[in-house]
């Protein structure tokens, strides 16, 4: 293929960068690692439990329990709420693999249903009702991309079943139910703070939000080996002892120390990443080769979109990727293999292709553009120059 002028001058303009906004909240940062320095307790100390109380504050949530990534949480969320061997938790085909994985690694299975064809990517309350069996405990929707699922069908139904109602909610902080932040909503839900996230540490951390004290209180034990904290032993004296087989899931005081920073301009990040996502859906709406730009969909009640990832769908869209790539623009395709057909769940009976068509729709036209506040408009202007291009023709 000739290379184009493009090509050859233009930056690269990555899927995720983050060096400008770090840069300036530096001094921030260090203030608060200064203090972890100075304290010398780098795991679950005292940055991590103000940490823990800023999410709080900030989602309204009764207790936020800080630990290792937004997988663990998942596992321990679900260990908390009771969830375990012999039963089934229903989540979605279409979502990131730990929310399957996590069912299945708390002892439970999950069982799949579709997403709706509302362009929310949800969980469908029709879909969902199909699959419910006398085993099922627990109702997990995911909140992808910028909005909530449709809480509303989702808790009646939960309701009328006596199921439990869980919430990936590891993409939605700063999504709002009428006011409720994701994940509390129903008995509890996740945060992550993986890098990329609207809200992202320096490496892996996560959190569990509940207004449920029993599950918090679990929560805390599961997170630490499970250990009751320091009790009398009769036999031993006193030691840590450990009612259940938890595990060591304890965030680092520095990944705190860069959240809390953060944190601080949070809100700020989230108003300028609506306004790129405007800015995108402006020239791509309607423009060749774009089959859908990211709908809001209405609910009864305010919802607050939140555009933790920018998704459109496209024709063609690995070759697509491949031309972006080509002129040095990253994107993500989130998430190309749907859950029931991932190789680990595929030897279900039922499991085929077709089983979900718009969980599969999804995954084969859904492409994640370049979206984080330190984008340029130039730069958003340059990656849609560069669909229109592959569409016309011009390489
Ligand atoms: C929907 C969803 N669930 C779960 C996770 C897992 O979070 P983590 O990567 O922090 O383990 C993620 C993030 O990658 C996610 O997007």
Known sequence: ?????????????PFFDQAESFASLWPLIARHTDDVFDRGKFSHGRKVAELERAIAEYTGAAHAVAVNSGTDALVILLRAAGIGPGDEVIVPAFSFFATASSVSMAGATPVFADITPDGDYGLDAASVEAVITERTRAVMPVHLFSQLADLGALSELSTRHGLLLLEDSAEAIGMRWDGTHAGLIGAGGVLSFFPTKTLGALGDAGMVLTQDDAIAEQAAVLRHHGRMGRTIDHIAG???LSGVSGTNSKMDDVQAAVLLAKLSRLDVDI????????????????????LAVPRVVERAVPTDPVYYVYLVEVERRDELVAHLAARGIGTETYYPRPLHLQPCYADHPQHRPGLFPHAEAACERTLALPLYPDLTEERLATVCSAISDFYAGRR
């Open 271 to 290: 108003a300028r990443r609506r306004v790129l996502a405007e800015a995108y859906t402006e020239r791509l709406r309607g423009a060749d080769g774009v």
């Open 238 to 240: 006193i030691s840590n």
């Open 1 to 13: 293929m000739a290379s184009t002028a493009m090509e050859n001058s233009a930056e690269p303009i």
